[in-house]
């Protein structure tokens, strides 16, 4: 890494350069939160690292955020620190989980459009980025502390993406959960890899849901023992099939459950099965399924997170596969006065 | 009392128990769910409640179940149980971090080197001998 004033020492990043955290650059983040700078943001386990608003906004320089972005970084960690999120098992497991973190809302500097996944327009990159070096830096998130992750994964750098409203046949994702229309929202999920599934050509909805449902019913995932959380990443194509057809998120969601499915007795013999004993199984587990009972990998519908994503070309849904809940945080734009 | 969690705990607590002394320790095995919501208070009650007298722990080479069990050994302790976890040296990190991050890097633990992959099931009694003698060392002197 280049010896410079303006990069941050490489033990306080992620590999990457980091922008230095001078006072001057902390106080440019902290604009008007200013007056709140040692207020408390949330204890991070496993370390119990205090996040303040201050060190926040000091991560965020070195994420290289604008001061923009950083009222959603404060909601993205107080998601994250939500306990049901489990915060100390995604950082510490041998898995390769690591927050995806989702926006949801009307923030005109979120990348929606073509290669958004890829955090090529900076705004969505840089917001997941400055949560990654949060977990790194508070909550001991490194691997010369709690992190103890066999391989990792490439999103652990960085995994930020933003629904595409204009787009999208439907309601806004964080409207489908409940949460006001005019709020935006921080979603955070403990993902793993991703798997782009293609559909083009067939224009037919029965024939979409199958084939998605299909490519996530895979032996051997997280979501396949747990059964937690699934997030679906629709591009527009993908949406609009489904849409033009008169299918509600509701009916997709519906479909895919009803069909991403594996006979138990194919289940426990392969993936994280092998773990189970009496005392460790899932409740799902209990009592535990004859073998030709077919299970799906999705416990119900409601676990199906489906947002759209991406630009106007191309029949592509990207599955991310994952373990756990997903936590909201609303983003208050006006917290800081 | 030793207490299974995941990955090869079994195989290692079947080669500490054997090698205890039968005459002189009463032990029970218990199995819990390491991953999701853990509340290792209410565990540590239990084992108050049952009047157990010393914790033996280890998660293979679970990561997050070695966290946790940690902070397990470090409440029992702290309830006057002696407790100890055997580690493989390749969790050292999480290990050093969950002790100094719960205000015990001082806890002794017993760790071995072999990688738990490199064994096979017929290896571990013999592999687990030094190991069985280093948990009764940190038992018996607390």
Known sequence: MIDSPDFCPPEWTDGLPGVAPTRARVNMMLGSYSARREEAVAALPPSMGLATIENVAANSVIAGCSPSDFPAVLAAVRAVAQPRFLLDQVVTTVHGLWPMVFLSGKDPAWARDGDSLSGSYGTNARIARALSLVLRNIAGGSPHSFDASTMGRPGKLTFGVAENLTMSPWKPWHVRAGLDPESSVVATYAADSTLCIADMGHNDPQLLASTIADCIAIPGTYNSFFRKDFWLLMSPTHAWVFADDGWSVSDIAQAIADRAKQAYGKLRTRGLFGFIDQHQAPSWLRPEPIDSVEISVVDSPQRLQIAVVGGPTGGYTTAVFGSGITTIERIESDQAT | ?142
């Open chain 2, 1 to 142: 009392m030793l207490n299974v969690t995941a990955g090869w705990g079994k195989l290692i607590l079947d080669s500490v128990g054997s090698a205890l002394p039968e005459d002189d320790v009463l032990i029970e095995r218990i199995s819990r769910p390491q991953i999701g919501d853990h509340r290792p208070q209410e565990w540590v009650d239990h084992l108050v409640e049952d009047r157990v007298s010393a914790v033996v722990v280890t998660a293979g080479d679970c990561a997050t179940c070695t966290s946790r069990a940690l902070r397990e050994c470090i409440l029992a302790e702290d309830s006057g149980i002696a407790a100890t976890a055997i580690i493989p040296i390749a969790l050292n990190e999480i290990t050093n971090a969950t002790l100094t991050a719960w205000g015990r890097p001082d806890l002794q633990i017993a760790t071995f080197d072999t990688p738990l992959f490199a064994l096979k099931k017929e290896d571990f009694p013999e592999v687990m001998k030094p190991i069985t003698e280093r948990v009764l060392q940190i038992l018996t002197s607390q």
